[in-house]
């Protein structure tokens, strides 16, 4: 079974400032995708970044990017000039080409004035 | 465009109360998929639909749980009977190509409240 690790349950930032979130992840499938989820208080998933395992190039989305690294199999977030707005429940996921995705636990990001 | 439409936002029932959850997908869209977000277990898949037909249902938890989708723009999620352990957030997400890979798009929520 597909496994997503989130090994920060909370981090912090300072406004303005460049954070990275960690995510691994265990599979022995060679095709499939990894997404980040964004979560506010609001509680809707909004989807961050997508990346495709076959993509050697790392998915950019204005100040999101990611590092896929996919011997390691490692996909981190990056936010850069980071804005009180992106404060937020953030969820890694894998999804294999059945569209069965599979969730991290998240980590809890807060943006500091 | 409309995004993918939940109903209701809230739910407060009472145990041993049958629910019924709503979703209606992005139009176009051929896959629905149900999920259930508590604090101990995180986001879990319970089912998803192909062109309405069920493809995977072995998240499912109980046989108090069943999910179907009549139509194209129209799926429900019921519990009956509903117990407290059932208290979630139930998410309802769509995406365009059946039988393909594509990113997932979630409704707001269902926020269930068992009493």
């Known amino acids: 079974a597909q496994t997503v690790t989130q090994s920060q349950p909370e981090m912090s930032v300072q406004e303005a400032e460049t954070v990275t979130l960690s995510c691994t992840y265990d599979t022995s499938e060679n095709n499939y995708y990894l997404f980040w989820y964004k979560q506010p208080p609001s509680r809707q998933m909004i989807l961050v970044i997508r990346?495709?395992?076959?993509?050697?190039q790392n998915a950019t989305e204005n100040r999101f990017s990611v590092n896929f690294q996919k011997a390691a199999k490692s996909f981190s977030l990056k936010i850069s000039d980071s804005q009180l707005g992106d404060t937020a429940m953030y969820f890694c996921?894998?999804?294999?080409?059945?569209?069965?995705?599979?969730f991290g636990a998240g980590t809890r990001l807060t943006v500091k004035p | 465009d409309a995004g993918v439409i939940q109903s209701p936002r809230h739910e407060v029932t009472e145990m041993g109360q049958e629910v019924t959850l709503r979703c209606k997908p992005i139009?176009?869209?051929?896959?629905l998929f149900w999920y259930r977000q508590t604090m101990m277990r995180g986001l879990e898949l319970l089912i998803y639909f192909n062109n309405n037909v069920p493809i995977d249902d072995s998240g499912m938890p109980e046989d108090r749980f069943s999910a179907k989708m009549p139509n194209a723009s129209f799926s429900t999620l019921k519990i009956q009977p509903s117990e407290p352990r059932d208290s979630a957030v139930y998410f309802c997400a769509s995406s365009g190509l059946a039988g393909s890979t594509d990113t997932q798009y979630f409704g707001p929520g269902t926020r269930l409240t068992v009493l």
């Open positions: 990346q495709e395992a076959y993509k050697q």
């Open positions: 996921a894998f999804m294999k080409n059945n569209n069965d995705m599979r």
């Open positions: 139009s176009g869209h051929n896959s």
